[in-house]
């Protein structure tokens, strides 16, 4: 017969598999001594069992129920359902993991019409037993048979406006009767049936209750934004009653041993006399600061202060404790790890280093590296009231606040002029670049994480909401529409690129701080780590950004959003639309020097580190005008007859525009396929790297060059490319009459690449993993189509644990990227592995990058401090294991 | 010292890659003591080793080659350039494998103004000597110096016009010796130095021509058609002249043992009297038929033919010789496996069996299974000289002829009416099927091997030319353009979609032809073969047509075509419009009837066989309007403001059209994906298979359908799906009270199904690999943009040795095949496994299956034969290591 039950004095804290977490933190405190009302735990396991039977008990587990009430009886000397001095217990749930407010509580189970009896009598205080009826009915209707909980809040609020009186206190002994009674006719009501009067009925429908709670939505829901499996079970925890409410020398509290928000070292909590804990929890009476407990009760509070103390270093954590002191008497209910914001666990961490209770590495494994990115950017005040309006995707985190505008031009001018400008589209292309960079954010209503805003905005480190459907822009009108709600031009709202909530008005915000504490842990995580960090990185702005955040190189340098600022793209568009290489030579030998400038301060920016640079990427046909755009210009001016001279003009442009148009782009003819095809681009490109870095070396600065092809999939598509940029920087070398080191490697961002990658290796000096387009190839997912089509369903229906755009997958690709670092170390000892999709700044995906031999990650500017602390805590956690 | 240099007396037929084809056939005719002239071979060695030091000869070359003269020297004794009788050799390449036209020879060499006179003085003929030497000139000049042959021809026809003569035979020793001084000034206008009078020099010149040629355009481009690696090399045979142009009694010709064409058992060829080998090649005299020699040489003749049926019997296979007569004595210069055609592969290998000459496994091996696609369909006479209009893709092969048509609507009623009529559009859609059907062939100018027309025109046996971007189509003036050629409305034009070509005017054309010899060949490959063939099929019609041509199952039914019949479409798209499930109700029980009637079809045509039908795999907005069509409609609409109420329709229609559109639909909301959101169409369709399945087994008729769910790259998404088919399975059979066995498996199409392939296998009855959207994804090739766009050049740079999605890519998505076999039958040892994507029919592809472990193999209904053989043909070779 499995054992079902365990006493708390059979557990200890290990155990938290099959006790759940409260249970082995209620048995660890009982084994070293505080004051734990005694109490058993029906383990996770049988909450599995009940699941494999179709919410079924197992067999045996009622009978060891049974048993461990005997057992409890037997230790307080007390009969369940007794009718002079009944055994009440506290039924709560308690999984491994911690899931606060997840799953439901019910107190003073035993209490019976006859019980209740009793219970009056041992107290002395009939006002009491009858509150403690009150409550349980109440609690067991509401947790145990879903009867609305607002039935017996109208209740209770009716009789007190009955009885004149305001506070529950003001109820005598008779009322508290009274509002048994309505509320045993709600239970009879709702259920069909009267209200158990044998104390194990009662109990066994709470285990049930608690069980069934495992898959509430709630707790399923929670349990799929924390990515806590759904196989664990949670465990119950029975335990004898103590009683907050027995008076004025009773009360009841929760208290953390360190402020949770700043970190601040002194006693930070609430309680409240004479109450029981779900009162401080539901927020019913206001609860005092546990300062004035000193005050009320100095024992109380001494003893609780040590108690504190004693749970934090026996636990070598800041502890988040429920307590309840039953008349004057001091009784500890839970203790737990205390959830913390970012810069509180910043800040324990470090001082419980300077404390000397914890060393470094452990300091750097309690810090939740994807929690940072709050410190990172401007968000908006988590206290604040706000109502959402739409919601949308969290394209760039951060938050802003500003005059909605509808055009690039206009954000322009307002935006340099100092006003606090969003930019509201549809979506964005190339053209409206100029209008992003003066204002406060962007909002668009069509585009996935991956789309033109999308991507400019994050690597402006500027907040984006993208993709919002639910708003309707009209942008001849300028407005747009939610619903029934419009926002016009110049309508103030605020956007939560880190949420995707978009909100009317001006919302409270709080800024980023880097504080001193902030420095020491990523210079910890410095000297532990081994894998490199770099960033992602187009101008030299951002360049100074990341490196100012600490990144030792940048992991990849588009090229591509140079071509696309209004001042270029004309050239660009010419010179694509030449379509021979005769005709694309005038153009090319516009943007040669243009090209070298932006390549000389992104590299003198990053002088000292290397810079990998990548070569054109994106189809052509992207840095020209839409077809769409063009037929409705062509029809209007075809249906007007006016300037058939334009119509012509349009006509033939049409034509080039469609020859270049793919079904699939992303499948189509981009990255190393346009070098291939116009090898004079990719020429173009290198020289002009070439001579911004022999300008940069004869100015004595060091340079280190990258020049990474994109989307190979053939060993031969790098061989023939990497030839030109050979051939390019030798002679560049010969004619500058300059020497200089460089390296010439590619992305690995298709399957077929990692499945050659021991052929391509034979042909590049590094890897670096482009995870984005290698998950869009190895699931078959456009992004930009499945983020918005069918993702949220596949999350939803668990078909998918998470977006494998923002988490690699491991289970899969992982497979493909392991494979790749594998055959191409084999085949090139020296080869240098990295990844630069948006996977290097997620916590899991660096530690699996860790794992398989990376030699760096690179991130977005802002999301370097998070990558530092994860690769050290994954060196941390490989070097345990 | 290598040995570069070998004697015929010293090789054997077994080393062709030394010796080249050629020169191991002529060691092996020596050794076995057959009537060859004496000669030494260069090897492919010395050819590679030519390449390797920058197209110099290695070193002890020349020597080896000099002693190999002093050889031949001895054994005829004559002398090399001697005055009196001297020594001349003719000098020939010869690849390991036959490369005929690629290589070019030079005969006569060793002539010199000063051994001329010897051979005239020897052979008592001075007009033979200087009809040698003038040629020698011509062809040494041509082969080794790249002098344009036309020089030589113009001044051979000026010199007859001056004498006043017509045929080269009546020109006199005087004329040709007048022949050799202008040949010679020639000679030395072009090259810049005099003809070089030392025959070492002739010698070693030709050598290195020979060797050359092995890189000239011609070669290469024959290399590449036919697969033959590029690093053989070539050998060099110089040989013994012998003279067929020493008289009346003298003579050459080539002959084969078959007819090449058709098989029949009996000498084939042709010879010239008084002639040299290239005057057969060159078509400069008509030559006469190889029968007429046993009238007019009846001795050579009988000792020919009993050399050739010795060569034949040798060989064990039908040779192609070359032979001269020297004043009446035969001598054999060449022998080879001849070519020929499908029709004559099948009949000589099937004779050659009733023969006793051969085994029927040999016989299998002898044939070409790519080559019998030409039996299949009806083809341009090859005989038949055409004009080349322009060239598309070859995206359904068999030929067409008819008048040139524009739009859907006319194909229909004038195809219906009888008229042949060939569709011509820049692409089609759906819309377009109901002119599809009754033309005789489609040519498009945009779409690659997948793209509409391809694929229905394939599914149809339709021919199509797809792509063909050098058309432009004026569909409002009904006419397209080629260069400057117009080609109007009820013009004739044909197209051959073997090959792609696009010629003016009605051509010859030969009907396929099943003989009893095909028959028997493909009875005995399925004695052989262990994989199975089945076939893709949409209709019963072309069901039925599969079973004709040996098919034993579908293995693959797509649903979507039969979504698209005009008659269905706007059902569909309604369906599709509705939104939500309660929406599309209504319209999928439209549906399911005309569903289940397609399955009763398809599932009776195949009585006895699997037919896996693919639940709906496009993405849906393929079944609405075009974006572009409606954009063009409603601008159109807005600026006449005519029809406020249609244009707000429309308006509407885009709104709909607009959210459903995608940026890359090959990886966007499409297969399973489509289920998982949509469950209720999969359901539909799961019904309507069911119901059909219950009413042919309520009839008698023997069914095994096996539902097939497509795009799977999450084993969630298959569990899922397989759920809601076994559901409606269940159900049917207790509704209908009938018993029927049924499979649900899945296509692995994407490479993250072959890295989780043990997972998705648990809940898989089989795997059928969808090999056109693996290469998509494995490569990050969209097909229909990568045919049109890159694709040619990486074919043509040779980045990529073949279009994989033609020929299997072994090297790279061979591997995840692989990797998804091993493990799918790891986790799953009954998972049946097979392949539908079009290289289900390629030979190297069905070799590939069959190494892996595949079950079956399917393909178009005319490919059926050629895998049939291609299986059996792999069964042979992985037996034999």
Chains 1, 2 share one sequence.
């Not at 502890?319 to 008349?327: A, G, H, N, Y």
Request: with cysteine; net charge negative.
């Amino acid at each position: 017969m499995t054992k079902f039950v365990y006493k708390f004095t059979e557990g200890n804290a290990d155990m938290r598999n099959l006790l759940g977490g409260k249970g082995a933190n209620l048995a660890e405190m009982t084994r070293i001594g505080l004051p734990v009302p005694p109490g058993i735990i029906v383990t996770t396991e049988a909450c599995l069992a009940f699941y494999q039977q179709g919410e079924q008990f197992p067999d045996g587990l009622e009978d060891q129920i049974r048993q461990g009430i005997q057992y409890l009886e037997q230790t307080m000397g007390k009969k369940f359902g007794d009718v002079s001095d009944p055994l009440l217990v506290s039924v709560r749930s308690g999984a491994p993991i911690s899931m606060p407010g997840m799953m439901d509580t019910i107190l003073n189970l035993g209490l019976t019409d006859k019980s209740v009896q009793g219970l009056a009598d041992k107290t002395g205080n009939e006002r009491f037993a009858y509150d403690c009826y009150r409550r349980f009915i109440q609690m067991f209707g509401d947790v145990a048979m879903k009867i609305p909980g607002e039935k017996f809040e109208q209740a209770l609020t009716d009789l007190k406006a009955a009885k004149g009186v305001k506070l529950d206190t003001d109820l005598t002994a008779e009322d508290l009767k009274e509002l048994v009674q309505q509320f045993k006719a709600i239970y009879q009501e709702h259920v069909g049936d009267s209200f158990p009067e044998d104390p194990y009925d009662q109990l066994l429908a709470a285990v049930h209750a608690v069980f069934a709670s495992w898959n509430n939505e709630r707790a399923k829901v929670y349990r799929r934004l924390n990515k806590i499996p759904d196989d664990l079970g949670t465990a119950v925890n029975i335990q004898t009653m103590v009683f907050g409410n027995m008076g004025q020398t009773s009360g009841t509290g929760v208290a953390f041993t360190r402020n949770p928000a700043t970190g601040e070292n002194v006693l930070y909590g609430e309680y409240l006399i004479n109450a029981q804990g779900e009162d401080v929890v539901a927020g019913i009476r206001t609860p005092e600061p546990i300062a004035h407990l000193k005050d009320e009760f100095p024992a109380v509070y001494d003893e609780f202060h040590r108690v504190a103390e004693l749970l934090e270093d026996h636990y070598r954590d800041l502890q988040d404790i429920e307590f309840t002191v039953q008349e004057g008497k001091l009784y500890i209910l839970q203790t737990r790890s205390g959830k913390r914001t970012a810069a509180a666990a910043v800040k324990v961490a470090v001082d419980m280093v300077r404390e000397g209770k914890i060393s470094r590495e452990e300091a750097l494994l309690r810090i939740d590296p994807a929690q940072l990115v709050q410190l990172m950017h401007r968000r908006i005040d988590p206290e604040a009231q706000v109502e959402v309006l739409a919601t949308g995707l969290p394209a760039s985190p951060g938050a802003a606040t500003g005059k909605v505008v509808f055009s690039a031009d206009e954000a322009e001018v307002r935006g340099n002029n100092g006003e606090a400008v969003i930019l509201v589209r549809t979506e964005t292309t190339p053209d409206d670049i100029h209008g992003l960079v003066p204002a406060r954010g962007v909002l668009t209503s069509r585009g996935g994480m991956t789309s033109h805003a999308a991507v400019v905005a994050r690597g402006m480190g500027k907040p984006a909401v993208c993709g919002c459907e639910a708003i309707k822009i009209d942008a001849e009108n300028e407005c747009f529409t939610v619903d029934n709600i419009t926002v016009k031009k110049d309508d103030i709202i605020t956007i939560d690129g880190a949420t995707g909530r978009v909100m009317l008005g001006a919302v409270p915000m709080i800024e980023p701080e880097l504080t001193g504490d902030f420095e020491t842990i990523l210079a910890w995580a410095d000297e532990i780590r081994t894998l490199g960090v770099r960033a992602n990185a187009d101008t030299p702005r951002d360049a100074t950004q990341a490196r100012n955040f600490g990144a030792t190189g940048i992991g990849l340098c588009r090229t591509e959003h140079m071509f696309m600022e209004p001042s270029r793209l004309p050239i660009v568009q010419e010179m694509i639309l030449a379509g021979t290489p005769e005709g694309r030579r005038e153009f090319l030998a516009k943007l040669l020097p243009i090209q070298e400038e932006d390549f000389y301060g992104i590299l003198k920016a990053m002088a000292g580190y290397p810079v990998t640079i990548r070569l054109l990427d994106p189809p052509l046909h992207e840095f020209l005008p839409k077809i769409e755009d063009l037929l409705v210009e062509i029809t209007e001016l075809r249906v007007t007859k006016k300037d058939p001279a334009r119509l012509s003009q349009l006509q033939e442009l049409l034509r080039k525009v469609r020859a270049l148009a793919e079904f699939n782009p992303m499948l189509g003819h981009r990255g190393c396929r346009l070098g291939v095809t116009f090898p004079d681009v990719y020429e173009m490109q290198a020289q002009a790297i070439f001579n911004a870095v022999s300008r940069l070396v004869k100015e004595g600065v060091e340079v280190y060059p990258e020049i990474m092809i994109p989307l190979v999939g053939i060993p031969a598509e790098l061989e023939l490319m990497r030839e030109v940029v050979v051939r390019v920087a030798e002679e560049t070398k010969q004619r500058e009459k300059v020497d200089f080191e460089y390296k010439v490697g590619t992305m690995i961002e298709l399957p077929r690449a990692c499945l050659v990658a021991d052929k391509i290796a034979a042909h590049a000096d590094f890897f670096s993993f482009g995870t984005n387009d290698l998950t869009q190839t190895t699931f078959g997912f456009s992004r930009d189509d499945a983020e918005g089509k069918f993702l949220p369903t596949y999350i939803d229906q668990k078909i998918l644990k998470e977006n494998p755009f923002a988490v690699l997958d491991q289970e899969g690709m992982g497979q493909l990227i392991a494979l790749a670092v594998q055959k191409g170390r084999s085949a090139n000892s020296e080869l240098h592995i990295g990844i630069c999709g948006e996977h290097g700044g997620d916590p899991e995906s660096i530690d699996f990058c860790h794992r398989t031999g990376f030699d760096y990650v690179s991130c977005s500017p802002f999301r370097v401090p998070v990558a530092r602390l994860a690769a050290a805590r994954a060196e941390l956690k490989n070097r345990k294991k």
